[in-house]
């Protein structure tokens, strides 16, 4: 590993470069000096991020059991304490926050050590039992390597950063069903409680060629009967992991309890498959224990998904401080296994999302949490720009490698987009064959990110108005052609349709830039598109940001809004790092 931080209790630490001491930092105390030493941080791995959640070192992948519990927010997370890859020996390594932005870490709540997770622990979900009693239920690899739900409750209830977890002595509560391979029974979702006081939690499996959600049913928490017919399956998927499913209000931003069924909420069915998190929206049917999706899902890229890009193992959970939904997600890294190993690390967390269903009722709209705007510094702002054809523009005085940007675009001479018939094309395909060198007539116009000043290296995420048989259409894309000099890196060109009229709202896109990360916002959240991107030259300082438009016909910026990104404080816990719970309490 380059590069290591460590933090010891008493705040005295030593930055390592290349295995060489060279700096003792007794000092680092205080924000003015952390930010300084972030900046040494970032000259040597360019691609760490300021505001994104990742551990100082070793592989991260899934968020598990996030939660909102006497005044804390939690987050576990997969992690693997020994390599930049994943393997054996997984752990839940823990840290909170008091407001989804700063992180301190803690010791691991969960580590193998018994017949039933001897392997690893592997991921799974948090439940608030009544009377404000938390619990966990995961995914124990066992001795030999079957997967098997686990129970784990705290030591100590009344402590609130919940520290310590304790293993039930008789688990495992579930293990694999007849038919049922024995890896292919993973990552038990948040339970809920039904009208009759039964509780119930579904399973990702993989039978008879169908993907599927396993429901059990329990009246304690311990004992669990698995339900004659799954809660829902899908012949058109493969192996679900990581499945999601709550409630969503018909007619509010506000997020709603698990367990909460009435006719003002619909339902939510989420799966990870195929490297991406898609979901459908129906009717829980309580009586029947059947869930009746407005549409099934069709294996193709009409699929509703909740990010286009790199976005996976997603968790939601309901934060009864704001009363809201808050959705969080594992972005993996699009350079090689042997880069994770010289980088020293591997994963970030997305920033958190509140989630809500939108008023057509049709799917989900996602947006930064309100919080993030709190690292907001140095604002710069255009109104009313005119974007004529070919035109490129800086957005100067922010730090282009770290920034937060809003920009609304209004569109003239709608009638003279072109014409394309969207039920025969997939988004991607477009974006990929008609990237933002190739000039349309409404379009491509957007942002170019993490470019270099004469534009050699450039992320470009744009959009393009189309005319359909009845309405108009908005494409948005990701294009990463250009987005680095290096030759070895995915550079996957991500695209999705946004449901938007652009007759009656201006086109719209909210972009977090993050130094390897590009997490951008189409239509007000409707359509989200999340990048990785490493850059050769257009890294830290020698980063820039433009708007710009390559479409035949003319936009306008109605409003540019960007900010420089302050740094969050993140540290992780189980390992040196770890900020002591005194100094967490002080923040």
């Given amino acids: ?14 930055l390592l470069i290349n295995g060489n001491k060279v700096e003792d930092c007794d000092y680092l105390t205080d924000k003015t000096s952390l930010q300084s030493f972030h900046v040494l941080l970032q000259a040597e791995q360019p691609y760490r991020t300021a505001y994104h959640f990742q551990s100082p070192q070793n592989w991260l992948n899934d968020p598990n059991g996030p939660m909102y519990y006497k005044g804390v927010y939690h987050l576990f997370y997969q992690y693997n304490p020994n390599s930049a890859w994943f393997g054996d020996g997984m752990v839940w390594a823990h840290s909170a926050s008091y407001d989804l932005i700063n992180w301190f870490g803690l010791d691991h709540a969960l580590v193998p050590s ?51 977890w304790v293993k039930y002595s008789r688990n495992p509560l579930m293990t694999p069903p007849d038919g049922v391979k024995g890896d292919n029974f993973r990552d038990p979702t948040t339970a809920w409680q039904g009208p009759d006081g039964t509780w119930k939690v579904v399973i990702g499996s993989y039978s008879n060629s169908q993907g599927m959600a396993i ?11 698995m339900h004659r017919d799954p809660l829902y399956s899908s012949s058109k998927t493969e192996m679900w ?36 998190d898609y ?77 809500w269903l939108d008023l057509n009722g049709k799917q989900l709209v996602q947006w930064p949490v309100e919080e993030l705007n709190s690292l907001r510094d140095n604002e710069v702002y255009v109104y009313d720009k005119q974007l004529e054809s070919g035109s490129v ?26 014409f394309i018939d969207t039920s025969l094309v997939d988004p991607q395909l477009i974006c990929d064959k008609q990237d933002a060198s190739v000039t349309g007539k409404f379009g491509p116009f957007g942002l170019l990110a993490l470019a270099t000043k004469d534009l050699t ?32 890196l995915d550079k996957t060109t991500y695209g999705a349709f946004v449901d938007i009229d652009p007759q009656r709202e201006m086109v719209s896109l909210r972009t977090l830039i993050d130094h390897s990360i590009i997490e951008s916002f189409g239509g007000k959240g409707r359509s989200v598109i999340t990048t990785r991107v490493y850059p050769k030259l257009a890294i830290n300082d020698e980063a820039h940001l433009f708007a710009f438009n390559n479409g035949s016909l003319s936009v306008r910026v109605s409003r540019l809004n960007a900010w420089s990104m302050n740094k969050a404080q993140i540290t992780a816990g189980g390992e040196p790092g770890t900020i002591s719970e005194d100094f967490s309490r002080k923040k």
Avoid at 1 to 14: E, R, T
Avoid at 282 to 311: C, I, M
Avoid at 397 to 414: N, R, V
């Fill in 114 to 164: 018994e017949p039933f997770d001897a392997i690893s622990c592997w991921s799974g979900s948090a439940t608030i039992l009544p009377g404000d009693k938390p619990v966990i239920l995961y995914t124990g690899i066992d001795a030999n390597y079957n997967q098997v739900q686990n129970l784990a409750n705290p030591k100590n209830e009344s402590d609130p950063l919940l520290v310590e």
């Fill in 241 to 276: 992991e990581c499945p999601d499913f709550f409630p969503v209000s018909i007619n509010s931003t506000n997020g709603v309890d698990t367990s909460v069924e009435n006719p003002s909420v619909r339902h939510v069915m989420k799966a990870s498959f195929n490297s991406h």
């Fill in 1 to 14: 590993m380059d590069i290591s931080l460590f933090l010891f209790v008493g705040f005295s630490c030593f």
């Fill in 457 to 488: 290296e450039q992320t470009a995420i744009f959009f393009r108005v189309f005319r359909d048989h009845k309405d108009y259409k908005v494409l948005m894309c990701s294009d990463q052609k250009r987005s680095s000099l290096r030759n070895e």
């Fill in 215 to 225: 429901l059990y049913q329990s009246q304690d928490f311990v004992h669990w009967t």
């Fill in 393 to 418: 523009f800086e957005v100067s005085g922010i730090t282009a490698s770290q920034a937060d940007i809003e920009i609304m675009f209004e569109l003239p001479k709608l009638e003279e987009a072109e």
């Fill in 279 to 355: 979901y459908i929206v129906g009717t829980y049917v309580t009586e029947q224990e059947r869930f009746l999706p407005d549409a099934d899902f069709t294996g193709t890229s009409s699929d509703l998904r909740f990010d286009y890009g790199k976005f996976y193992a997603s968790k939601s959970f309901f934060d009864g401080k704001k009363n809201r939904r808050i959705l969080c997600a594992w972005v993996n890294e699009s350079d090689s296994m042997e880069d994770d190993l010289k980088k020293g690390w591997s994963g970030l967390q997305s920033i958190p999302r509140q989630i």
